[in-house]
């Protein structure tokens, strides 16, 4: 039977690791596992099932527990239902956005490490290990590299160039400011210092930068790889590229000036130009994907405009509610 949790969710199975115990202040239980995965759901049942088969077939013995946390139905409840028992499912409304999806599921997770994904990112065999293996570090948040598992039609290749060129392969390893928000693991002493952000629905670079301004550091291991895998079409990416602008302009601009939003409004024009740059130097210095960027340049170049609208808007009339139409 359901049962209803705080914060408007629908817990459709509760799996704790060892035991029952009390919720902490900020989620699971007093019980902890080694390392919580928590995956926000919002792309349907295909892109969850791939996601999922890889996690539940990882290298090594950790104990581990997997939450999902959904905005998309019954498909996805029928399929943990039928092939992924084990999995804690969180049924959200349609309108959960994804840093929401995040927030609830950390909040519901009781790992002593977290770790963050999405459902169109199919985790390397080798995930879990590597994550704790590295978080024997000290660094609060520890991220990885992204590669593209949908190569056959340039449409994707040019998504992937677009949105995950800083954390293509070959990246140096380090201190670094820019980890990806879909291969993250935090320490869950780190994440009490996010509350509040949580709970506000801002993306994983505000995040950090609260991370960063109270003295935690951020590192970059490439050898925890996920592979970004998700098909799309031209007007579908642009008008999620749209949004999310608006959305992350938005969310800068809150508590801004005038002032302020309207110079970065007026500014807006000259990020495609900006942004084209930085995905070429990145690129090329890396010697990975340079003739694929040149093939897809123009359909990129689309993209930037795209985006440079969206924080335009965002500055000028706030997000509106653009950050639900992320996905």
Same mark, same amino acid.
């Given at each position: 039977?359901?049962?209803?949790?705080? *914060?408007?969710?629908?817990?459709?199975?509760?799996?704790?690791?060892?035991?029952?115990?009390?919720?902490?202040?900020?989620?699971?239980?007093?019980?902890?596992?080694?390392?919580?995965?928590?995956?926000?759901?919002? *792309?349907?049942?295909?892109?969850?099932?791939?996601?999922?088969?890889?996690?539940?077939?990882?290298?090594?013995?950790?104990?581990?527990?997997?939450?999902?946390?959904?905005?998309?139905?019954?498909?996805?409840?029928?399929?943990?239902?039928?092939?992924?028992?084990?999995?804690? $499912?969180?049924?959200?409304?349609?309108?959960?956005?994804?840093?929401?999806?995040?927030?609830? =599921?950390? &909040?519901?997770?009781?790992?002593?490490?977290?770790?963050?994904?999405?459902?169109?990112?199919?985790?390397?065999?080798?995930?879990?290990?590597?994550? $704790?293996?590295?978080?024997?570090?000290?660094?609060?948040?520890? =991220?990885?590299?992204?590669? *593209?598992?949908?190569?056959?039609?340039?449409?994707?290749?040019?998504?992937?160039?677009? !949105?995950?060129?800083?954390?293509?392969?070959?990246?140096? !390893? #380090?201190?670094?400011?820019?980890?990806? =928000?879909?291969?993250?693991?935090?320490?869950?002493?780190?994440?009490?210092?996010?509350?509040?952000?949580?709970?506000? !629905?801002?993306?994983?670079? /505000?995040?950090?930068?609260?991370?960063?301004?109270?003295?935690?550091?951020?590192?970059?291991?490439?050898?925890?790889?996920?592979?970004?895998?998700?098909? /799309?079409?031209?007007?579908? /990416?642009?008008?999620?590229?749209?949004?999310?602008?608006?959305? /992350?302009?938005?969310?800068? &601009?809150?508590?801004?000036?005038?002032?302020?939003?309207?110079?970065?409004?007026?500014?807006?024009?000259?990020?495609?130009?900006? $942004?084209?740059?930085?995905?070429?130097?990145?690129?090329?210095?890396?010697?990975?994907?340079?003739?694929?960027?040149?093939?897809?340049?123009?359909?990129?170049?689309?993209?930037?405009?795209?985006?440079?609208?969206?924080?335009?808007?965002?500055?000028?009339? #706030?997000?509106?509610?653009?950050?639900?139409?992320?996905?």
């Amino acid at each position: 039977m359901d049962s209803v949790c705080g *914060n408007g969710v629908v817990d459709a199975r509760t799996v704790m690791p060892e035991s029952d115990g009390q919720m902490s202040a900020l989620g699971g239980s007093t019980d902890r596992s080694d390392l919580s995965v928590v995956i926000a759901s919002v *792309n349907g049942p295909a892109y969850l099932d791939a996601c999922l088969a890889s996690l539940t077939h990882q290298r090594g013995s950790i104990r581990s527990e997997i939450v999902v946390a959904d905005r998309v139905g019954d498909e996805i409840r029928d399929l943990i239902d039928r092939r992924y028992p084990e999995v804690r $499912l969180l049924s959200l409304p349609t309108s959960a956005t994804i840093p929401r999806l995040r927030s609830v =599921g950390i &909040a519901h997770s009781s790992g002593r490490i977290v770790a963050i994904t999405e459902d169109h990112c199919v985790p390397a065999e080798d995930w879990l290990e590597r994550i $704790l293996a590295a978080h024997q570090s000290p660094h609060a948040a520890i =991220g990885g590299a992204v590669e *593209n598992a949908s190569t056959i039609r340039l449409i994707d290749w040019a998504v992937y160039l677009c !949105e995950y060129h800083r954390h293509t392969s070959p990246a140096r !390893e #380090g201190v670094t400011d820019d980890i990806p =928000g879909m291969n993250v693991a935090y320490k869950r002493e780190a994440l009490a210092q996010l509350q509040d952000l949580l709970e506000a !629905e801002r993306w994983e670079s /505000f995040l950090h930068a609260r991370l960063r301004e109270r003295g935690y550091t951020l590192y970059l291991d490439p050898k925890i790889l996920v592979y970004h895998r998700k098909s /799309f079409t031209l007007g579908g /990416f642009l008008v999620e590229r749209y949004h999310y602008a608006r959305a /992350f302009a938005g969310m800068r &601009a809150a508590d801004a000036s005038l002032g302020y939003r309207l110079f970065h409004a007026v500014s807006s024009p000259a990020l495609p130009a900006l $942004l084209l740059g930085r995905m070429a130097s990145q690129l090329f210095r890396r010697g990975r994907h340079r003739a694929l960027f040149l093939r897809a340049l123009p359909l990129i170049a689309v993209f930037t405009l795209s985006w440079a609208t969206g924080e335009g808007v965002g500055y000028l009339s #706030g997000p509106g509610d653009s950050l639900v139409k992320v996905t």
